[in-house]
């Protein structure tokens, strides 16, 4: 079998951890490499993944944030071995250091605004949704769709400021889309203190009440999915490089 990583976190070596059920009923188990433990079920690589499999995959990253700081793995990530794993943490201490310290203590606050009624000059009602796109990253990849509209760009941009001046996040990540029915869609993940989550939600209704045609939608908190270093983002350089042992990660 297998070996299905669902993240990493710092245990002591005298901490035990509690028994827990994972991806399938499949149990949960800890692989320690010196500070660091990667939570672990042993799975068939074809192993048929449901929608319940993501719900699952979320239930124990989020049991362990409840006492940890934990930075997730993309949801799919198989490793052949521990050895994999081992190489991994240790190719990239400096990098994962780096990331607990500045988690410590943080959590994910996520808002989505949908807005109805700003639709672009000609846009066309059977037009196909278009791909979502980063505004930290506007320069898309050759070949890519634009995500939305000038104009619709330009509102995503200005709610952006606006919400970071609310809210005064740390650290965010924003991007806008549309549907189908032309809605734009802006979703946005702020990380902040966790001790402030209480005033965020707070400061969410009085945003609620600012933002005229649209609806604002908020959830969390969350463990930091959107504010990860590469090598937990996706297999570490040294990995990729070696495809005979690389994890492999599903998309």
């Not at 005298?14 to 042993?42: A, D, M, Q």
């Not at 490793?79 to 990331?99: D, V, Y």
């Not at 606050?109 to 990253?137: E, H, I, W, Y």
């Not at 869609?185 to 966790?194: F, K, P, Q």
Request: proline share 8%; glycine share 4%.
């Amino acid at each position: 079998m297998a070996i299905y990583a669902y993240c990493l976190l710092r245990l002591s070596a005298e901490e035990p951890w509690p028994n827990l059920e994972g991806i399938g009923g499949h149990p949960v188990f800890p692989f320690r490499c010196g500070k660091y433990t990667t939570l672990l079920s042993r799975l068939n690589r074809n192993f048929p993944f449901t929608p319940r499999s993501i719900v699952e995959h979320g239930q124990v990253i989020a049991r362990a944030f409840e006492t940890h700081t934990v930075l997730p793995m993309r949801f799919g990530t198989f490793f052949a071995s521990e050895k994999q794993i081992e190489h991994l943490i240790r190719g990239n201490q400096s990098e994962l250091l780096e990331a607990f310290c500045r988690l410590r203590g943080k959590a994910e606050m996520r808002l989505k605004l949908c807005f109805s009624s700003v639709l672009s000059d000609g846009a066309s009602p059977k037009k196909a949704p278009q791909k979502t796109r980063s505004l930290q990253n506007p320069a898309p990849p050759n070949g890519e769709v634009e995500s939305a509209d000038p104009q619709s760009r330009e509102l995503a941009e200005e709610l952006a400021t606006w919400l970071r001046q609310m809210f005064h996040p740390l650290d965010d990540q924003v991007s806008c889309r549309r549907l189908h029915s032309q809605e734009l869609v802006v979703d946005c993940a702020h990380l902040i203190e966790s001790q402030q989550v209480e005033t965020y939600k707070r400061l969410c209704g009085l945003a609620s009440e600012q933002v005229k045609d649209c609806a604002l939608r908020m959830t969390g908190p969350w463990p930091p999915y959107h504010f990860l270093p590469a090598s937990v983002r996706m297999p570490a350089v040294s990995l990729r490089v070696m495809k005979s042992r690389s994890a492999v990660a599903l998309r």
